[in-house]
């Protein structure tokens, strides 16, 4: 059963933030996987930056499982990164003939390809919605909107599934993420100028 709480948060943050939008650019699937395994606890124009160069010297799943570690050094984790990438790209060469492929069940078994990757392959490069996206700031921000009880990333997400209408699954990751880094900020939160502070019991927030 859908959540009037959620509908309502959602609807808020649309009109907080009318040009939400994915953070990470990408032309194909290939690119987006490198780019989300890239983007892995490192901020998301530190690796936009890297990838505007690196997609220009790395074209094919091919040229990927060559990947030097030089060309992603500003990006934290470099070296084990690399690794998953030039990993992941044998992978697919061998087992998706040098595709990336767009169910959950294949992309899981990439390297480096979790859960949370997986989706956001899948929402922003096939418009494939199967779950939702939970990274860092969803799981700050749906907690402290009681929207979950929950820490781990798996159970946030099937408890946002339960929440929120399927329509609104893609989106609701990037409204969290710009409300994460606006004003539901980690450590500190600015209740005081949050438009959901109202409706927000404000879980785990000391201040
Ligand atoms: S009221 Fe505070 S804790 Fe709740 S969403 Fe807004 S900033 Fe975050």
Redesign the pocket.
Known sequence: MFSAKADEIIKTLKKEYPETKYYLKFSNPLQLMVATILSAQCRDNVVNSVTAKLFQKYKTASDFTKLKEEDIKSITFFNNKAKSIREASKLVIKKFGGKVPDRMEDLVTLPGVGRKTANAILINAFDKVVGIVVDTHVIR?AY??GLTKNTNPEKIEKDLMAAVPKAEWKRITWLMKD?GRA??RAPA???SK?V??RI?P?NG?TK
Do not use: A
């Open positions: 921000v402290r909107l409300h004003v539901c939160p600015i209740c949050c959901l502070s927000c404000k927030v």
